[in-house]
């Protein structure tokens, strides 16, 4: 079952020395390769760190999208619900308008209506007033308007 031949003792040095060089390039291969699956590894880690922090950021603003979404729809309802208001309100004095002009129509009698006792607080348009005057008094147009109402 052995050699079919006695080896001597120079040829069993070479074939054990090739034998441990043999050895000692798979050990350098194995540590190389072991080497690179550490650093890859940390890469791996690196990125699923990552990858976690995208989505917990990712996350968070679809969280602020939908409270914004949420304020945005409710905002909308109460702008709607005020136009519907406002557009009631139109039809109301539209409605009023109609009915005035329809008196106005069948009442042609114009003494009767209370126009000629109506009176203007005051004049439609101010005089001109120079640059000088207007630094002596101190009023203001408003003021009129103020102390009429």
């Keep these: ?18 034998k441990d060089e043999q050895i000692a390039a798979l050990e350098r291969q194995l540590e190389a390769c072991s080497a690179r699956a550490s650093a890859t590894h940390v890469r791996l880690l690196k990125a699923v760190d990552v990858l976690d922090s995208l989505r ?15 304020k945005l729809t409710h905002d909308a309802d109460q702008w709607r619900t005020i136009s519907k208001a406002l557009e009631v309100e139109k039809d109301e004095m539209k409605e009023v308008v109609e009915d005035l002009i329809e008196k106005i129509q069948i009442s042609n009698e114009w ?12 004049p439609a348009e101010l005089p001109y007033i120079p640059a000088t005057a207007l630094e002596s008094t101190t009023k203001s147009p408003n003021d009129d308007l103020l102390a009429y109402a």
């Design 56 to 70: 917990a950021q990712h996350a968070l603003e679809i969280s602020v999208v939908e409270q914004e979404k949420i």
């Design 1 to 18: 079952m052995g050699p079919s031949r006695k080896l001597n003792h120079d040829e069993l040095k070479t074939l054990l020395w090739q």
């Design 111 to 122: 003494a009767s209506w209370p126009c000629s006792r109506m009176h203007i607080a005051k």
